[in-house]
């Protein structure tokens, strides 16, 4: 008796078709040329991008952070709607690097799953490329990894990394901020990427595989108190505030370097029409001279609502009051809270429930904020104490 012997096994067998593979990374290339610069080396394809750091520092401090869409994919993935997860994730790294001062300069996507399809992994990448176009950040590469047995059938997720530079001198830390100082808010314009593992059982949304028909139906049904369909309201992409704080984030001029002061002076330098410039004292850098940022610190609010997310702006002995009245949550929030029959106090600590972003400057630079960010609005102020008061 004689028995076939066994195929042998490949990689497609076990889940993973290179040529697909590919064929999709062709299209990642494609779709990065939207999203680069000169500052680029290489391009796309290499084992590891290059970006030229430009010269026009004088002491640059590089900042980086990294983050994922969670638990949002689900609800993407069930209305089919993949593009605006890109969005989200540069966004939201945007954000915490801005909170720096930092101008950010390249971004790195990882887009890791099961079986998502081909056409979906290059709407994540589109997505990514569009808001760093936007944001006049280079995508300077990614991964995508395909991992079947690892991640549940539909399961992914895409996880962002960003880099940025500040001058040393134009760091924004929260450590100036003191008592008294301002808190502005500038609004959110929903969830963002934070929330869904509350979100999605309050609403029941994206919970039972086996509803999954029902769900998408729900999903693309119009909701009268949203004004919209309940996907648009939760997939909404992250807002970018990069655009909105970059006027009030550039240094103003607080100390300017007195000619008698320094005994450094080349021949000539330093006075009218001697074409050169003052040198500090050795011992004191030129960016702390005579530049200080406008703004004091800048809170991103995302998981842990402003509760988690303002003290990690603020010095030691410090904590903040905020008047919930200052900023209107966007209806999605309160459709969620009555759906799930969700606590305010519950709801503040999850959502960021209108809040995008935490300002804080010297009670007297809250007019000169104001003219730069018109849409930014006093939300309360740093006090004595700790943590977060909600009034």
């Keep these: 008796m004689t028995t076939n012997p ?9 889940g993973i078709d290179l040529a697909a593979r590919q064929a999709v990374i062709s ?3 494609e779709i990065a040329k939207r999203a680069t610069g000169p500052q680029v080396i290489g391009g796309i394809g290499a084992f590891a991008g290059m970006f030229a750091l430009e010269g026009k ?3 640059p401090v590089l900042v ?3 983050d994922t869409v969670g638990t949002k994919g689900k609800v993407a993935a069930l209305a089919g709607r993949y593009d605006g997860l890109g969005r989200d994730i540069v966004n939201h790294c945007i954000n915490d690097a801005f909170t720096t001062g930092a101008q950010p300069l390249f971004f790195l996507d990882t887009i890791v799953s099961g079986d998502l399809s081909d056409e979906a992994k290059v709407s994540l990448v589109s997505g990514v490329a569009d808001a760093c176009v936007e944001a006049g950040v280079v995508l300077l590469g990614g991964e995508t990894a395909d991992m079947p047995g690892v991640y549940v059938p539909g399961g992914f997720d895409l996880i962002g990394f960003i880099l940025g530079v500040v001058e040393r001198g134009r760091i924004i830390d929260g450590s100036g901020i003191q008592a008294g100082d301002a808190l502005l808010a500038l609004p959110s314009n929903g969830l963002h990427t934070n929330g869904f593992s509350l979100a999605r059982p309050a609403l029941g949304i994206a919970i039972d595989p086996s509803r999954d028909a029902e769900d998408r139906r729900r999903l693309e049904r119009y909701e009268e108190d949203l004004g919209e369909t309940l996907a648009d309201a939760l997939l909404r992409p992250h807002r970018c505030y990069l655009q909105d704080l970059r006027p009030a984030s550039a240094a103003r001029p607080e100390v300017e370097p007195a000619l ?3 005994p450094e002076l080349a021949e000539g330098e330093g006075r009218p029409g001697g074409g050169g410039e003052v040198r500090p004292p050795a011992d004191q850098p030129i960016s702390r001279l005579a530049e200080v940022p406008l703004i004091k610190g800048m809170a991103h609010i995302t998981g842990g609502g402003l509760q988690e997310n303002v ?3 603020l010095p030691a ?5 905020i008047d919930k009245r200052a900023v209107t949550p966007p209806p999605i929030f309160p ?4 759906a799930g029959r969700i606590d305010e106090a519950e709801m503040y600590r999850v959502f960021n429930m209108g809040f995008g972003m935490i300002i804080a400057v010297a009670p007297e630079d809250v007019d000169i904020l104001s003219a730069l960010v018109p849409e930014a609005v006093v939300c309360g102020e740093a006090v004595a104490g700790s943590g977060v008061r909600l009034g």
């Design 27 to 29: 299209r990642y290339k």
């Design 57 to 59: 520092y004088r002491d």
């Design 311 to 313: 003290p990690r702006i």
């Design 260 to 262: 008698s002061d320094s």
């Design 335 to 338: 459709f969620i809270q009555r």
């Design 6 to 14: 066994e195929r042998p096994r490949t990689y497609a067998s076990a």
């Design 64 to 66: 980086a952070t990294t």
């Design 317 to 321: 002995g410090l904590g903040a009051r």
